[in-house]
């Protein structure tokens, strides 16, 4: 988990609500990623970012929106929480493609909808 | 669909025994990659084999890569009840830039 930090660690929020989570990176690696993790589905890729101001869609990206204002920072947004979003939310990191593209993945946020 | 796909879903075996994980793709790749996660916490980037090399070891780790046949296998020697974790393969998909593809996962427990 070294270099990437997720805040909050936890949150209950209530179906309706805005709800944003942050990863934060000091390793000022140009990819980052947002995942949800559910039983049953692995991981799967919300939002990535290939730079600043750079995002683009994953497989479920349904009911988020993401921004990256700055490099060590990515942030997604639920707009307006459901109950089929409480889930464990994992930010993750990479230099890029061509590069390996190996991920750093930060510790997670379990995210829990009423 | 998961591009990776693991099997088993659950592994349990003893102490010092081999413990064997494989996943399968779909469509081609540039690399494949095995992450660990112990529970609670983040993926563990592992080992990494690119699509033109056909085994890799890492101390206790050795992967294999078959592209023909659209698999890989990740071998974990002389367990350790420290290797009680999930086993996640990846693809990096020739057309997905950067973006890797997550199978749900092999559950191996080592008894002690």
């Known amino acids: 988990d070294a270099g990437i930090t997720q805040s909050p660690r936890h949150k209950v929020t209530e179906t309706g609500t805005p709800v944003t989570l942050r990863c934060h990176q000091t390793e000022n690696h140009r990819y980052m990623y947002w995942y949800r993790q559910d039983p049953g589905h692995g991981l799967r890729l919300i939002h990535y970012s290939y730079g600043v101001k750079d995002t683009d869609k994953g497989e479920v990206s349904d009911g988020y929106s993401v921004s990256r204002s700055k490099t060590e920072d990515f942030l997604l947004t639920l707009e307006s929480a459901t109950s089929s979003q409480t889930s464990v939310y994992f930010c993750a990191i990479s230099e890029g493609a061509g590069l390996g593209n190996e991920q750093f993945f930060g510790p997670g946020t379990r995210l829990t909808v009423l | ?112």
Not at chain 2, 24 to 40: A, D, P, V
Not at chain 2, 69 to 81: E, F
Not at chain 2, 89 to 102: E, W
Request: net charge positive.
């Open chain 2, 1 to 112: 669909s998961q591009q990776g796909e693991e099997d088993p879903q659950a592994l349990s075996i003893q102490e010092g025994e081999n413990a064997t994980m494989n996943c399968s793709y779909k469509t081609s790749i540039n690399n494949l990659q095995w992450y660990r996660q112990n529970s609670g916490r983040g993926l563990v980037h592992l080992i990494l084999i690119r699509s033109n090399e056909r085994e890799k070891h890492s101390g206790r780790l050795r992967v294999t890569l078959d592209t023909s046949k659209k698999s890989s296998s990740l071998l974990i020697t002389a367990s350790r009840a420290a290797d009680t974790a999930s086993y996640f393969c990846a693809t990096d998909a020739k057309t997905s830039g950067s973006r890797l593809t997550f199978g749900e996962g092999t559950q191996l427990t080592v008894n002690p």
